[in-house]
DNA sequence: GATTTAAATAATCTCGAGAATATTTGGAAG
DNA sequence: CTTCCAAATATTCTCGAGATTATTTAAATC
C-alpha cells in the first residue's frame, strides 16, 4: 500500500497521482498481482521484471517491499519474493474475517453518519445501478463495475469513526479483489447483485442496522459460496491473457 | 513486517536470523521507532540514517518500504519518509480494535485448542509468573517481561484457526507497543497485572470463554487507562536516551 | 515589517555495476 | 537408476554517484 495513503479511507481506491517510479512500479505491479497476470505462488524475479517495469533494480525492490504491505507479496532472505498464494482456505478466512470487520464498521457508520455522509452514499449507489443496469461484461466495464463497487461499499462505511478498523477492512478488500476474476466464470447468471445492494443501501438509508448487517453478511457470503464452487484447480489457472505485461504508465 | 514472517504467527515476535543488511535494518529501526528513540512524527532522513545504520541509501529506503507494512512509517513521494504519529485518539482506536479482533481469537483458539495449545499455554504463563515475581524494573528486565507477555498472549490465540485474523492482531500488538514506555511513568503501583493474566489464564484453560473475553477486556481497558491518563504533551515527548543509536547488529 | 523572488543548499530518487549467495547443470561414483 | 559433488550459471543483495526535486537562505520589492 503506497504509504501516504494508508489511512485515507477504507479501500485505498484512487491513489493520488504517482510521483515517483517506485510508486509507478508498485500501482502497476499490484494490478497486475490482483488480476492474476502474475500467478499465485509464482516469483516475481526482479532481475526479469525490471526490464518488463522498465525501471532499475532498486526501484523494483522497493515496489516490491511496498506490496508487502498489501500481502500480495512474500520474500525471503537471499531467495527473492514470491506472489502470495491463493486458496479455498484463504479466500474462507478472508471472508470469515470480513464479515467481523465490516459489519462492525457499517454499524459504526450508520450511527454518525451524517447528511453528508448519506448524500455520498446515494451518489455511489447511484452511479453503481447505472452500470449494473447494461449487463455489459466487456474487461473495460468490468473495471469499472469494480471501481464503483469499491466506491459504494467504501462510501458505506466512510462514517465509521475508526481509522484502523477501515484500514484493515482495505487490507482484506484488496485480498478479496483476488478472486473477483472466478466469479465470471460459473453461475453468475443466477444472482441478482443489484437486488443485493439496493437491499443493502436501503437499510442503511433507514438506519437499520439489524436489516444492513444481514444485507451486507449475504452479500459476502454470496460472493463466496460462488468462488467456493470454482475448483481448487481452476484457482491456480492463470487468466487468458497469459503474457506478463508492461508498465503503461 | 519482514515477509518471511507474515504467517508466522500472531505477533511476529521472534523473527528468525537476519539474512540480509535490509533485514538487520529494518529490524534495528523497528526497535527504535516502538522504544521512542525516533520520535513520533519526526522526519527519516535516508542520508544521515544510512550512517548510523552502517548501510547504503537503497538498502535504507527498502528497510522503510518495509516498516510501512507495520503503519510505523509513511512516506510521500518525493518528501521521504516519515514515523507514524501516536495520540490518544490513535491508542484508543487501537484498543478498541484490539478488543474486537483479540476477543474473537481467544473465542476460537479456546474452542479448537487441544492438548498441545494447553500444554504451550501453561509453559507461557509459567515464564511470564516467573518475571512477574520480580518486581525489577531495570531496562533489560522490562524487555524480557515484554517478551514474555507476547509470548503468553500469542499462546493464547495460537489455536485460533484463522490466519488472517492472526495477523491483524499481530499489527495491531505491534503498534500498542509504542505506547507500553508509558505504562511505567504513573499509576503502576495500584496495578496488579499479574492478577489480570492469572484470571485470563485460568478462565483459558477451563474453557470459559465468557471468563476469558471479560478478562482479556479488562486486561486490554486496564492498560489503555494507565496511558490515557498521560498527558497528550508527555506522549510526544522522546523517552530518556534522546540520541539517536546505531545498528547493533 | 511582510511578502515575493532567486540562488544556494539539502535531500530524495534512480540507475548501473560488482560482490555475495542460491540454483541448476553435468558428470562421477555407488 | 539414484545419490552425491563440483563447476557453471543465474539471481539477489549492496553500494556509490549523478540527476531530479524539495527546502532553506538571502536579497529585493512593496
Not at 11 to 32: G, K, M, S, W
Not at 84 to 108: F, K, P, Q, V
Not at 237 to 242: D, I, L, Q
Amino acid at each position: 500500500m503506497l504509504p501516504s495513503q494508508k489511512f485515507s479511507g477504507a479501500f485505498t481506491a484512487d491513489e493520488e497521482v504517482p510521483r515517483t517510479l517506485v510508486e509507478n512500479a508498485y500501482l502497476a505491479l499490484r494490478r497486475d498481482i490482483v488480476d492474476g497476470k502474475h500467478a499465485p505462488g509464482s516469483r516475481l524475479r526482479v532481475e526479469h521484471l525490471k526490464g518488463d517495469y522498465g525501471v532499475g533494480a532498486g526501484t523494483l525492490r522497493e515496489a516490491l517491499s511496498l506490496l508487502v504491505s498489501d500481502a500480495l507479496v512474500v520474500s525471503e532472505g537471499q531467495r527473492g519474493f514470491w506472489v502470495t498464494t491463493i486458496s479455498h482456505e484463504d479466500i474462507e478466512d478472508i471472508t470469515r474475517n470480513r464479515l467481523l470487520l465490516e459489519t462492525e464498521a457499517l454499524r459504526a457508520s450508520i450511527k454518525n453518519g451524517d447528511d453528508e455522509w448519506e448524500a455520498e452514499l446515494v451518489a455511489a449507489f447511484h452511479r453503481l445501478t447505472r452500470v449494473e443496469e447494461k449487463l455489459n461484461t466487456t474487461v473495460a466495464r468490468m473495471r469499472e463495475w469494480e471501481d464503483r463497487n469499491r466506491g459504494f461499499h467504501e462510501a458505506l462505511i466512510s462514517a465509521c469513526n475508526s481509522r484502523w478498523l477501515r484500514y484493515l477492512i482495505g487490507i482484506l478488500y484488496r485480498q478479496s479483489e483476488r478472486y473477483r476474476r472466478f466469479l465470471l466464470t460459473s453461475s453468475r447468471a443466477k444472482r441478482d447483485i443489484h437486488a443485493e445492494h439496493s437491499e443493502l443501501f436501503d437499510a442503511a438509508m433507514k438506519r437499520d442496522v439489524r436489516r444492513a448487517s444481514a444485507a451486507l453478511e449475504l452479500h459476502i457470503m454470496t460472493t463466496f459460496e460462488i468462488i467456493r464452487q470454482t475448483s481448487e484447480e481452476d484457482l491456480q489457472r492463470p487468466p487468458k491473457g497469459v503474457r506478463r505485461n508492461n508498465v503503461s504508465a
